[in-house]
């Protein structure tokens, strides 16, 4: 079984995973893994922070030689902008936030754990987590990647530009979406997206979206239907929505088909060559009964706009009860092509914990047999 933690704040030193049952015998691309770090780093609408951070990799336990040994690995993310803020941590002099931001975890959080400063709510609950989730993500695609396992994404709408999507494989849709700033592989909805994120930029707002991440090459019979925790489709849709302001998760085109009669919602299957099948649909997000079925897996997720914004929501200070304005902290404009990279991520993960369910074994050698 696959498992890991996460744990540090976001102003903290660092960031820290551990990885528990990945085989042995692993080759481990820290390169690769810096790569997917930057990739969540970028995206047209990220905050100034981004300029401080340079997120890197070490890897301080379970891998020897740049292979896995079958240990826990640990994996460590140092947060540069620790530098600006360990003084005021130390001394105690950063100010204390008492007016919860509508949207975030501040006041659910402050209630929950009877604490007084918000500010010890957000630094867990901020999206800078997703850092050391996306450095998981990219070693579980590694063990994917030894069994033809791709995954990528791309995305749809930021506000309310909506991208008309080219009718392309989905390594050539991934591909161009690498090259834009919005992750978008419709250039004309990349221009009005862009200029949709100045806008919020210039009047101190935020924008949402909508991202989908695929996975090709996946085996069929991954996930179970015989209890309700091993459903694939379930397992994938927690981890997507896990992912900070995602508040929507669909497999396939889940909405579009709840308005279709039986007769056109379905994939229908047709024979092939030594006993195989084939099919002319996806509309199954390539999940039938919590278990893939060969096609494609096709995730679509809808993330909220940030909550922190220049313009701040009524709230209340909880130290005195009357009304009150949220102190503004640094944030995003939109960091929907962020949310796409990390989705990727917790979808790898999601596949790699299946594959490893599925094929069992302690080394690669092992599960590879």
Request: aromatic share 6%; hydrophobic share 40%.
């Amino acid at each position: 079984m696959l498992r890991f933690l996460t744990a540090g704040e976001s102003h903290g030193p660092c960031l820290t995973a551990i990885i528990e049952g990945l085989p042995s015998g692993l080759t481990l691309d820290l390169d690769a893994i810096n790569h997917d770090l930057a990739r969540r780093q970028s995206g047209y609408g990220r905050n100034y922070r981004q300029k401080i951070e340079h997120d890197q990799v070490e890897i301080l336990s379970g891998m020897v030689y740049g292979r896995t040994i079958g240990a826990p690995l640990t994996i460590q993310i140092i947060n540069r902008d620790w530098e600006n803020w360990k003084d005021r941590w130390a001394s105690g002099s950063l100010t204390k936030l008492t007016v919860p931001r509508p949207g975030h975890a501040d006041y659910a959080g402050m209630v929950k754990y009877d604490l007084e400063d918000a500010r010890l709510i957000l630094e867990r609950a901020s999206a800078r987590e997703t850092a050391a989730r996306v450095a998981v993500g990219a070693v579980a695609r590694q063990l994917l990647k030894i069994y033809n396992i791709a995954i990528g994404s791309y995305v749809s709408d930021i506000g309310d530009i909506h991208a008309n999507i080219p009718n392309l494989p989905y390594p050539e849709l991934w591909a161009l979406a690498e090259a834009s700033e919005v992750r978008c592989p419709d250039s004309k909805a990349e221009t009005e997206m862009k200029r949709s994120i100045d806008h919020a930029r210039r009047t101190g707002n935020s924008l949402g979206g909508i991202f989908i991440v695929a996975a090709t090459g996946v085996p069929v019979g991954l996930g179970s239907h015989v209890q309700w925790d091993r459903r694939l489709d379930a397992r994938m849709a927690a981890a997507v929505i896990s992912i900070q302001a995602v508040k929507g998760v669909e497999i396939g085109p889940a909405f579009e088909i709840a308005r279709l009669p039986g007769s056109q919602a379905h994939d229908a299957i047709y024979p092939a060559d030594n006993n195989r099948i084939y099919r002319l649909t996806n509309r199954a997000g390539g999940i039938e009964g919590g278990i893939s079925n060969g096609e494609p897996i096709v995730i679509r997720a809808a993330m909220k706009p940030i909550s922190t914004i220049a313009e701040p929501y009524n709230s209340v200070d909880l130290t005195t009860g009357h009304p009150a304005k949220p102190q503004y902290q640094r944030s995003d404009y939109c960091a929907v092509p962020s949310a796409a990279v990390i989705g990727e991520a917790v979808v790898a993960w999601t596949l790699a914990c299946a594959l490893v369910e599925k094929y069992g074994g302690d080394s690669i050698g092992e599960m590879t047999r």
